[in-house]
């Protein structure tokens, strides 16, 4: 550095020291406001996930009250006919029946049922390991479905307890708490027989995975491994299914593509349904820009086949959290809510949700973006 170069430093160093005063600092750094009233939000409220669709809710002819493998909705009363008599636990219904002793131990065990008697339900479990016959599989059921009012580490541990604890006997357990609506428990029921069931034949492979699977990215690539040789009535439902998934996949999904896959079940009430369900969660996005109220729609065409009102419902839930809580989308979310509310299929399980998206405020939908 030049001497001139130097003495300029030294002196403008020599002047702020001399001084004595302190470079001015503002005491208070104004904020700039989080949401400007040009922007009503700048925060992104959380989307709610997409809820789990069951295989069985897309795949074709599957009754949708009477899951695999029941062929009757559960019960507490006896499954076999003669022991739905008046006089069962008379004597002149036992004598009437002594020709067919076991009956009349089938009788005898639903009146210490009906009095009361927890343990009743051993000499079920006996009649149940007879060789087939009506009255081994009605006591069979009977106790599958005993058991099922308790939870399913309960209902397993019973089941060993009375020796039914067969990986057929937990395919029922499992369909038998679907069909009273307790998915959790049907899904701990799942869990073990994939760790029992170490072998199975591909019909067995095939029925277990239409009934129990996620609807989920892997699910074709499953169905396609399925043997070839595959014949019956499962494997013609597994192709449909297979190829209801891949045309809702394309690029530009099409009701009526999708809906030929199920054409070859003309008896299948729920097929049109079935398609608008596969439609609704394949759209369902992810990272482009959603269109809410559009999705719900089309899942709400689905309500009646499971998982459908679910996904209609949390659609509208994120509608929400993607608005601007303006009155006029919260009127629409809200008339859609009353919509689906009013169906004839819409289930009362759903009302708390629909009750709070019908009485969404401006207030509370900002409060989802704090």
Known sequence: MSPRGTLVVALVVAA????????????????????PGYLPFVDEAPMKRRPSIGLAAIAPAADRN?????????SLQPHHD???????????????????????????????????DRDGVVPLAQLARLAPSDIQRAARQDVINLVAGTDALGAFLRLRELKLDTVENLDT????????????????????VARLAK??????????????????DSTLARLR????????????????????IDAAAQLLPNLAVVRECYNEFPEDADAERRAWLLLAWVQWPVHTMPFWMALSRDAEKAIGVAGA??????????????????PA?????????????????????????????????????????E
Do not use: F
Not at 225 to 244: M, N, Q, S
């Open 309 to 326: 009102e679910d996904l209609a419902v949390t659609a509208l839930e994120n509608a929400v959290r993607e608005s601007a809580c303006e």
């Open 225 to 244: 491994e399925l043997p070839d040789d595959l014949t019956g009535l499962c494997a013609k439902r597994a192709a449909a299914t297979a190829c209801a």
């Open 329 to 369: 989308e919260l009127y629409d979310i809200a008339g859609a809510a009353y919509r689906i509310a009013n169906l004839p299929l819409h289930r009362a399980h759903y009302e708390s949700r629909l009750d709070e998206l019908r009485s969404m405020t401006e207030k509370r939908c900002s409060e989802l973006h």
């Open 66 to 74: 009477v899951p695999w493998p029941l062929v009757e909705l559960p």
């Open 16 to 35: 702020c020291s001399s001084s004595g005063k302190r470079v001015y600092e503002p005491q208070h750094v104004p904020r700039v406001p989080l949401r």
């Open 173 to 192: 357990l499992a369909a038998t708490y679907t069909a009273l609506d307790m998915p959790e428990e049907a899904e701990v029921v799942v869990e073990r």
């Open 199 to 216: 072998t199975a034949t591909p019909q067995e492979r095939c029925e277990r995975l239409l009934a129990w699977s996620t609807l989920d």
């Open 82 to 116: 003669y022991a739905m008599a008046r006089d069962l636990c008379t004597g002149a219904w036992a004598q009437r029946n002594k020709a067919n002793a076991d009956l009349v131990a089938y009788g005898a065990a639903w009146c210490r049922i009906r009095a009361g």
